[in-house]
C-alpha cells in the first residue's frame, strides 16, 4: 500500500451504533487530520495530529473521538451519531504541521447515519 | 480569520478549451494560497501552492495560477482543458504564522465538467 488509505470506504450506521474510521499513511509523515466534507459546504478540519500529540480539536462534538496510537494510524470513533453526520470523512497526512507542508488525502469514508 | 471565495460552483467547458477557476480570500496578514483537486470517488490532490516569490505558479496536469495580491485573488488556469480534468477544484489558503491559524482553509470547491 502506499500513500494515505482509508478504511471502510464505506459505512452505514444507526444512531445507536459505535464504529470506527481507520486511516494508515505509508509517507513517514508526522502530522495526520481528519476532515468532514459535506455537500455545498467547504471542507471542516475536524482534528488535528502533530507528532502524536493532538494540536486541533474543532470545536467538534464529543460523539466523535479521535485516537492516534503512532504517527502512521489515525482513527476516528464514532458513536450515537445523528443523520446530520452523514458525510465523506478524509483523512489526510502532511510531513509535519507547517502551513507551507502539502497535504495528501485518503479516498474517504462515505458514513451514513440512519 | 482567513476566508476563501470560490464564486462559481460549477463551470462547464468543451475539451480543448480555455478555463480560468476563480477564487479570492480575505486575509489580514500574509497567507499561503493552495490549489487541490478532487477527482471522483478519490481524496485531494495538490495541484499547485503559492508560499512566496513569482507571482505565477506552475503545477502539475498544465494548470497554473497567479497570486494577485492587490485583487486578494489566486484564480487558476489551465490553456485548453481534457476530459481527465473534469473534477472538483478546492482552493486554500493557510497562515504562515503556523499553529491553529496555520490549518488549511478551503473554499466550497467549483466543479468542472468538460465536454466532448
Known amino acids: 500500500e502506499t500513500g494515505v488509505t482509508q478504511t471502510p470506504r464505506h459505512l452505514v450506521m444507526g444512531m445507536t451504533n459505535k464504529k470506527s474510521l481507520k486511516c494508515e499513511q505509508h509517507l513517514g509523515h508526522n502530522a495526520m487530520y481528519w476532515y468532514k466534507q459535506s455537500a455545498k459546504k467547504p471542507l471542516e478540519l475536524m482534528f488535528v495530529?502533530?507528532?502524536?500529540?493532538?494540536?486541533e480539536n474543532n470545536s467538534v462534538p464529543s460523539r466523535f473521538s479521535p485516537e492516534c496510537p503512532n504517527s502512521s494510524h489515525l482513527f476516528l470513533h464514532l458513536h450515537t451519531l445523528q443523520p446530520e453526520d452523514s458525510a465523506l470523512y478524509l483523512c489526510a497526512s502532511s510531513q509535519d504541521g507547517s502551513s507551507y507542508n502539502e497535504q495528501f488525502f485518503g479516498p474517504g469514508t462515505r458514513l451514513t447515519v440512519l | 480569520a482567513q476566508s476563501v471565495t470560490q464564486l462559481d460552483s460549477q463551470v462547464p467547458v468543451f475539451e480543448e478549451a480555455p478555463v480560468e477557476l476563480r477564487c479570492n480570500y480575505s486575509?489580514?496578514?500574509?497567507?499561503?494560497l493552495f490549489w487541490y483537486v478532487q477527482y471522483p470517488n478519490q481524496g485531494l490532490q495538490l495541484l499547485l501552492k503559492y508560499l512566496s516569490g513569482s507571482t505565477l505558479v506552475k503545477g502539475i496536469n498544465g494548470f497554473e495560477a497567479e497570486f494577485n495580491k492587490s485583487q486578494t485573488s489566486f484564480h487558476l488556469r489551465k490553456p485548453s482543458v481534457h476530459i481527465s480534468d473534469t473534477a472538483e477544484y478546492f482552493c486554500?489558503?493557510?497562515?504562515?504564522?503556523?499553529?491553529?491559524?496555520?490549518?488549511?482553509?478551503f473554499g466550497k470547491g467549483t466543479k468542472l465538467s468538460v465536454k466532448p
Open positions: 486575509s489580514s496578514v500574509s497567507v499561503y
Open positions: 486554500a489558503v493557510s497562515d504562515p504564522r503556523g499553529g491553529s491559524q496555520g490549518n488549511l482553509i
Open positions: 495530529y502533530n507528532f502524536k500529540e493532538q494540536t
